[in-house]
Structures are given as structure tokens and as C-alpha cells.
């Protein structure tokens, strides 16, 4: 239950931040989580920040994308990927954003252990 609260409230506060702000202050929320939810396991703490990232931009992505019916995100593939895959930009992005999230969550659990 804690797991699910503390990734609900990842997700939440990085959606509700990157709407007025810069894409990196999900570091924010991140570090605020793994900070004060307290664990043994640093890995834990990742997989929160990861995972409650990794659902807002994946959905966010989503969302944008399909509204122009993929048509940015199919431009975006073919010049990065060299093929028409638009879900794949999307999962690459939400992996690179969850990734920021969960060494962000680590960072913060890290910190409470050396206070």
C-alpha cells in the first residue's frame, strides 16, 4: 500500500509541477519521496521514482500524440529511428524520463541514510 501511495504521489506532483515548469523538476517529488519514505532497500526507492514517472510521461505522450493523430511522433521516429514507430519514441521517452525519476528517488533515499 505504501508502494502504490508513494508512486500516486510521484505522479501527481510531477504532473502537476511540469505543467507550469521545466520538464527536470520531476527531480523534486522524486527526492522528496525517496527521502521521507523510509526503506531498507535503495531499489525500492527507484522503482517508485521510475515507475511513478515513467506513468505521467508515457500518458502524457500518449495523450499529446494522439490528439494530432501521431503525426509529430511518426516525423520524430523516422528521424531518429529510421522507421515509422511512434509508440517506440513514445516508450523511449518514458523510460529516459522514468530513469530521471528513480535516480532522482535514489538520490533522496541515499541522502536519509547519511543524515
Known amino acids: 500500500m505504501k508502494n502504490l ?4 504521489v510521484i505522479a ?6 511540469q505543467w507550469f515548469l521545466p520538464w527536470w523538476v520531476i527531480i523534486f517529488p522524486c527526492a522528496f519521496v525517496g527521502f521521507f519514505v523510509g526503506e531498507k532497500d535503495g531499489y525500492k526507492a527507484f522503482l517508485r521514482g521510475f515507475i511513478g514517472v515513467f ?3 508515457i500518458s502524457y505522450a500518449l495523450i499529446r500524440s494522439l490528439a494530432n493523430d501521431h ?3 511518426n516525423r520524430m521516429s523516422l528521424l531518429i529511428f529510421k522507421l515509422k514507430a511512434p509508440y517506440l519514441l513514445m516508450v523511449v521517452s518514458a523510460i529516459i ?6 535516480l532522482a528517488a535514489l538520490s533522496g533515499f541515499y541522502i536519509r541514510l547519511k543524515l
Open 5 to 8: 501511495f508513494s508512486i500516486l
Open 12 to 17: 501527481v506532483l510531477c504532473c502537476a509541477m
Open 55 to 57: 506513468l505521467v510521461w
Open 71 to 73: 503525426l509529430l511522433a
Open 97 to 102: 524520463g522514468g530513469l530521471t525519476g528513480g
